[in-house]
Each structure stands twice: as structure tokens, then as C-alpha cells.
């Protein structure tokens, strides 16, 4: 059985029996989706890169020590950590997170596109253009769950345990959010291209 066979519990295991290897794949496994959550709050790429690494050394030495106790949320614990670590570094920098594209990145590259037409393209990206424009007007915890549920694909689920809130209060967010893009969208009657 090849190690990208094995649950992230058996993963855990055979990397606390010696086998790094185990948390390679560990890392493989998850680094698109920890990697993405983590530059969707920082929005810079080396900054992101860091904090990756940073979260991976944190979680290297909670399974070392045996602090780790599987409940069969290995991804959902790692994302917690990583957001953890985003807001401590917001806390020391006094600065609160945008989510503004820069030069190096842009949050529509972090969705997927299948092969379109050049109109279809130019009717997309008009679109991603004026949502985006909508989501950065949003409240930080509304944006923060939006970002997460549509452009890094969480459950709700993974979404309060990341935040560490309840998931009727990440839904609630969520809600909330949505009622006020309607509003910003009627307030400033913008019709969003089809």
C-alpha cells in the first residue's frame, strides 16, 4: 500500500514511528488548501510561504510532544493553527488584513477556470472583478468566511473550527454577509454582468 493510500490518522502514526515520508504526504496532501486559506488573509505570497512553514513547524512539534489527539480533523487543526498564526502576526504588525489584490497576487487566481471563449472570459472576469469589489466592503469576519467557503472551498464545519467559532455563528456571518452584498449591490445599483 503506497502512503497516499493511508488516512491522515495512519499517516499521523507512521510519522510518529519514524516515518517522515508520512508527513511529506501529510504536506502534499493538504499544502494547496492551508497554502491558499493562509495567503487569502496575508495576500503576500513570501509572507503566506512563511507562515506555512511556520504552521508546519508548529504542528511537527504538537505531534512530537503527543499534544495531538486525533479526532479525525487533521486538515481543520493544521487550518486552525495557520489562521491562528495569520492573526498573531496582524496583532504584532497592528494592521488589520485587506483582501486588495497586489502585484504578486490576485484572488481570482484562486479559482478555477475550465477553458472559455474570449467573450465568456471577458464576461467572467467583468464578474470577478465587481464581486470582488463587493466582498473587500464587507466586514472582516463576514469577508474572512465568504473568502473561506467560496475561494478555498471549506465546509462550514472546517470554517468554525478554524475561527474557532460555533458553525451557527460562521453560517450566521455568512448570512449576514450575504444580506449586506444585497444591500451594497442596491445601494449603489450595480448590476452585475451575466
Same mark, same amino acid.
Request: hydrophobic share 40%; proline share 2%; with cysteine.
Given at each position: 500500500?503506497?502512503?497516499?493510500?493511508?488516512?491522515?490518522?495512519?499517516?499521523?502514526?507512521?510519522?510518529?514511528?519514524? @516515518?517522515?515520508?508520512?508527513?511529506?504526504?501529510?504536506?502534499?496532501?493538504?499544502?494547496?488548501?492551508?497554502?491558499?486559506?493562509?495567503?487569502?488573509?496575508?495576500?503576500?505570497?513570501?509572507?503566506?510561504?512563511?507562515?506555512?512553514?511556520?504552521?508546519?513547524?508548529?504542528?511537527?512539534?504538537?505531534?512530537? @510532544?503527543?499534544?495531538?489527539?486525533?479526532?479525525?480533523?487533521?486538515?481543520?487543526?493544521? $487550518?486552525?493553527?495557520?489562521?491562528?498564526?495569520?492573526?498573531?502576526?496582524?496583532?504584532?504588525?497592528?494592521?488589520?488584513?485587506?483582501?486588495?489584490?497586489?502585484?504578486?497576487?490576485?484572488?481570482?487566481?484562486?479559482?478555477?477556470?475550465?477553458?472559455?471563449?474570449?467573450?465568456?472570459?471577458? $464576461?467572467?472576469?467583468? $464578474?470577478?472583478?465587481?464581486?470582488?469589489?463587493?466582498?473587500?466592503?464587507?466586514?472582516?469576519?463576514?469577508?474572512?468566511?465568504?473568502?473561506?467557503?467560496?475561494?478555498? @472551498?471549506?465546509?462550514?464545519?472546517?470554517?468554525?473550527?478554524?475561527?474557532?467559532?460555533? $458553525? @451557527?455563528?460562521?453560517?450566521?456571518?455568512?448570512?449576514?454577509?450575504?444580506?449586506?452584498?444585497?444591500?451594497?449591490?442596491?445601494?449603489?445599483?450595480?448590476?452585475?454582468?451575466?
Amino acid at each position: 500500500m503506497q502512503l497516499s493510500e493511508f488516512t491522515d490518522k495512519d499517516l499521523v502514526s507512521k510519522y510518529l514511528g519514524g @516515518n517522515n515520508a508520512a508527513l511529506e504526504m501529510l504536506i502534499l496532501r493538504h499544502k494547496s488548501k492551508i497554502f491558499t486559506s493562509i495567503l487569502i488573509l496575508v495576500k503576500d505570497k513570501d509572507l503566506a510561504e512563511d507562515i506555512f512553514q511556520e504552521t508546519f513547524i508548529k504542528v511537527i512539534n504538537t505531534l512530537r @510532544n503527543g499534544s495531538y489527539h486525533e479526532e479525525g480533523k487533521f486538515l481543520p487543526w493544521v $487550518i486552525r493553527i495557520a489562521h491562528n498564526l495569520v492573526i498573531d502576526h496582524f496583532r504584532k504588525s497592528k494592521r488589520m488584513p485587506m483582501v486588495r489584490d497586489t502585484e504578486d497576487y490576485s484572488i481570482m487566481e484562486t479559482l478555477k477556470l475550465h477553458e472559455d471563449n474570449i467573450e465568456d472570459k471577458l $464576461i467572467k472576469n467583468r $464578474i470577478h472583478e465587481q464581486v470582488r469589489m463587493l466582498v473587500d466592503l464587507l466586514p472582516l469576519e463576514q469577508r474572512e468566511v465568504v473568502i473561506m467557503r467560496h475561494f478555498a @472551498n471549506m465546509s462550514f464545519k472546517e470554517i468554525s473550527e478554524c475561527t474557532q467559532v460555533s $458553525i @451557527n455563528t460562521a453560517l450566521g456571518r455568512m448570512r449576514y454577509a450575504l444580506i449586506n452584498l444585497r444591500k451594497i449591490v442596491d445601494e449603489k445599483e450595480l448590476v452585475l454582468v451575466q
